[in-house]
């Protein structure tokens, strides 16, 4: 709770003035100093709320014993509401009715108003009734407010130094029950309940971040990162300790950066989540990267790609030997792309084996051998070694040198078909990232098959996107008024299906090259990029990353803005 609340307890003589310098140490630890007292009885919720009520002149309410209905709740997303502390409860005729615990934070309600467009009127409750109807209606990180503050009141009248450690090495679980338990371990709820929260939002990383005064836990949804939930500084250690001992790490080394895995059942759904620790200024950052098997989409016709471009890989991926190569930045779904190029090509007549760093999902029928380099097991030392073990199809996590590019090159030289990856922006600056790594040009255009380049969009959230009118001017400055004659845009707008962000999920856009021959001879003439694609557009039209962006705007997937802003410009 806010420090003018505590303040004006004590100036009302509810609190003494050890009290305050005791609520003082509190809430420069992150903890909820009033909560704590009522908690110990220091303050009893229902005088509090009845001082508050006349202090302020608002009405009071018995949340516990008031039902609140589904789309009222809906309203206001968990992130306001955890801002705010004001729970949505009545809604109509311009306005929507709150219930706060603490009315020295009314200024904070202006959020609410901007994000439902309503006028804002507050009614108090009980500290205790707003936690039940927090923990009733939102669940997820709204229970970790509790454990953060046992922690704290643990820590304060228990924990000696080195207890702290001690104490965590004790826990072994390694399912997380999603349901919860309050009567788990402070620092077990705080980390299961973050695990939770990311498996419901669908999050692909979970970011845990230590600054001076900070603990700051961020999810990625659909590309974007999202400010979930700030940890009390005093759980740090214990906090770091948990993850690290649940995915197997070395918890007394603290310099050096680890790597791990945790798998976990929730919900009778198993899940995996790499894990990467690294040490920073202020203490460790964890990165936790969700896979989730379930959700991994291995089906080449459903990812994204135009009917045209889609002949091109399978005629690529089909060829007996030869290389084909996927490019784009880091989260751009190269690896789902590979790996549904691997199943489809999996048969039992056939030899797969792969080459990762690290193994991000298990496929069934493929033998797949991680990068190791404490042992020496390289992208190019394992590649060697799989060319002796009678492989038809080889897929090279990613080329990262020239070394690695040469086997690769070998191989496909050599009777079999290797798919990789490199991170070039386009398809044809694929093959000016290959000669600049030192191959020779005869080599890169005698291995190369198909290059493909991807990008995902953001795609609008089908509950609340909005037709919208594109200025004329704007279609003329993309060079898309012809392309876009007589088409319908949408746009975002946001509602609590999407978190308030007008997008819920995310769709591929590819750019896929047939480097056939006469590209081949433009680079053995010393062509550049610039000019390559030029003629691959006008002589075989291709069709690239901004086009098929677009296609998907006009289609309705996402909206103009975002395939705009995910993809360079073309010459």
Do not use: W
Not at 45 to 55: A, P
Not at 137 to 142: C, D, P, V
Not at 237 to 262: C, T, Y
Not at 539 to 555: D, G, P, V
């Amino acid at each position: 709770m806010s420090r003018k609340l505590v303040e004006l307890l004590h100036k009302e003589r509810l609190i003494s003035d050890a009290q305050l310098q005791e609520a003082d140490q509190i809430l420069r630890a992150g903890g909820d100093a009033v909560r704590q007292f009522i908690e110990r009885k220091v303050l009893q919720d229902s005088k509090l709320v009845f001082f508050l009520s006349q202090k302020f002149s608002l009405q009071s309410l018995n949340l516990t014993k008031f039902e609140i209905k589904p789309e009222v709740i809906a309203m206001i997303p968990p992130e306001v509401v955890r801002k705010t502390q004001a729970i949505p409860i009545q809604s109509g005729k311009g306005i929507i009715v709150v219930a706060i615990p603490d009315p020295t934070q009314l200024s904070l309600l202006d959020n609410i108003k901007f994000a439902t467009k309503l006028n804002v009127e507050a009614v108090l409750t009980t500290f205790s009734s707003f936690d039940h109807a927090l923990t009733k209606y939102y669940g997820g990180t709204q229970g970790l407010g509790k454990a953060m503050d046992q922690f704290i009141k643990d820590s304060q009248t228990q924990m000696k130094k080195g207890e702290e450690i001690q104490q965590i090495d004790q826990f072994q679980v390694h399912e997380v029950d999603s349901s919860g338990s309050t009567d788990d371990a402070p620092v077990i709820a705080v980390v299961n309940g973050i695990l939770s929260e990311a498996i419901k939002r669908g999050a692909s990383d979970i970011h845990v971040e230590p600054y001076e005064k900070d603990f700051r836990v961020r999810l990625r949804v659909d590309g974007t990162l999202l400010d979930i939930t700030h940890i009390p500084s005093e759980m740090k250690r214990a906090v770091v300790a948990r993850f690290k001992i649940m995915s197997r790490m070395d918890i007394a080394e603290s310099r050096v950066p680890q790597d791990g895995r945790i798998k976990i059942k929730i919900g009778g759904k198993e899940m995996d989540f790499r894990v990467n620790t690294l040490p920073t200024l202020f203490g460790e950052k964890v990165v936790l990267r969700l896979l989730s098997k379930g959700n991994l989409q291995l089906d080449l016709k459903k990812l994204g790609f135009e009917e045209g471009q889609l002949e091109i890989f399978q005629k690529g991926i089909h060829q007996p030997s030869g290389m084909v190569l996927v490019t784009g930045p880091t989260g751009s779904g190269k690896t789902t792309t590979l790996y549904s190029a691997l199943m489809e090509l999996n048969q039992i007549s056939d030899n797969l084996s792969t080459v990762e760093d690290p193994v991000e999902y298990n496929l069934e029928g493929i033998n797949q051998v991680q990068v190791n380099k404490d042992v020496g097991l390289t992208f190019a030392s394992i590649l060697r070694a799989l060319l002796r073990q009678d492989p038809d199809t080889v897929l090279v996590g990613e080329i990262r040198d020239l070394e690695t590019a040469e086997v690769a090159i070998q191989a496909a030289l050599t009777g079999h078909l290797v798919l990789s990856t490199l991170h070039t922006n386009d398809t044809v600056a694929t093959i000016t990232r290959l000669v600049n790594m030192g191959c020779e040009p005869f080599m890169v255009t005698a291995s190369v098959n198909t290059i493909i380049a991807q990008r995902l969009l953001r795609t609008l959230c089908k509950q609340c996107m909005t037709q919208i009118e594109i200025p004329e001017h704007q279609l003329f400055a993309l060079g898309i008024r012809e392309m876009a004659s007589g088409a319908m845009f949408y746009g975002p707008v946001g509602c609590n299906a999407c978190n308030k962000t007008g997008y819920k999920g995310r769709v591929a856009v590819y750019e896929v090259l047939d480097f056939n021959t006469t590209l081949k001879e433009m680079v053995l003439k010393g062509k550049t990029a610039i000019e390559i694609k030029r003629d691959a557009i006008k002589k075989f039209n291709l069709q690239t990353l901004r086009i098929s962006a677009i296609k998907k705007a006009i289609e309705g997937f996402t909206s103009l803005e975002e395939a705009v802003s995910m993809t360079a410009d073309d010459e």
